[in-house]
């Protein structure tokens, strides 16, 4: 890994978690009606919940990565997935389990293919759910878990009714995030790893196949005029789950920016 003034040519999924920052603090989501017990899954909503933290970085040990379950009665959708064996062994089999008894899952869409992994596989089958993520992810995605994705978009557009997907390039080729505004009230963003709270502020990590980040920051900048409540990562230093106002968001997307270099 190359770094200076805040730039970085990443080599593996273990880089993702080191940058400048700078910016407006990160308010972190407080607990919503159901606490964690030990590694338990959490309701964060009426209709949303996320899996027991998964800390698969060995040199970032308190990084956390999680999966969220959206309940509806149209079906069930996970986004990401559990059980990063890809680098680091985990146990996700009661997640699997508590995920049955909240209704399975109909489909799960990943955000690039690091999230991808044996497990990916697994709930596919033991829920008969539909793998989706963006066109130029599936080849690594079907390399790492061992199943292909069953549905792929190229564009922007809606999914599953009322969920958007929103391609957003940079971090890996075909990274990608999603909108959906929940009968809740609340207007969730999943964003994978393209950008996440750090150290109280915001910033993301470019492979080197964006080398001079131009797409990357393209992508940011078209999510700066989305207006999510709740942003929802892939992985951090400490809990993910972020609540923004609309000046917060686009302070986090500047931060994010900045930390490009």
Request: aromatic share 8%; proline share 6%; charged share 20%.
């Amino acid at each position: 890994m190359a770094r200076g003034r805040g730039r970085f040519r990443m080599r593996n999924a273990e880089c993702c978690l080191v940058g400048n920052h700078g910016g407006r603090p990160a308010r972190t989501l407080p607990a919503r009606r159901t606490m964690r017990k030990g590694n338990e899954m959490k309701q964060l909503y009426d209709d949303l919940w996320q899996t027991s933290p998964e800390h698969p970085l060995s040199r970032f040990p308190n990084s956390q990565c999680h999966a969220y379950l959206l309940v509806r009665e149209a079906g069930n959708v996970l986004f990401y997935s559990t059980g990063r064996e890809a680098v680091g062994k985990v146990d996700d089999r009661a997640d699997h389990d508590r995920i049955e008894e909240l209704g399975g899952v109909s489909h799960l869409l990943l955000s690039h293919w690091h999230e991808a992994s044996p497990s990916t596989r697994s709930i596919r089958e033991r829920f008969n759910a539909t793998l989706i993520c963006q066109a130029r992810e599936a080849p690594m995605v079907e390399k790492v878990a061992g199943v292909a994705p069953d549905t792929v978009f190229w564009e922007r557009q809606t999914l599953l009714d009322g969920i958007e997907a929103v391609p957003t390039p940079g971090h890996t080729v075909g990274s990608a995030c999603y909108l959906y505004r929940s009968p809740s009230g609340q207007t969730y963003l999943f964003t994978g790893d393209t950008i996440w709270p750090a150290r109280g502020s915001w910033t993301s990590v470019t492979f080197e196949d964006d080398a001079r980040q131009s797409t990357h920051r393209a992508s940011l900048n078209l999510l700066a005029a989305l207006d999510p409540t709740v942003v929802l990562p892939a992985i951090s230093p400490s809990d993910p789950v972020v609540e923004v106002s609309s000046f917060e968001w686009r302070s986090a997307i500047q931060a994010t920016l900045a930390s490009l270099g």
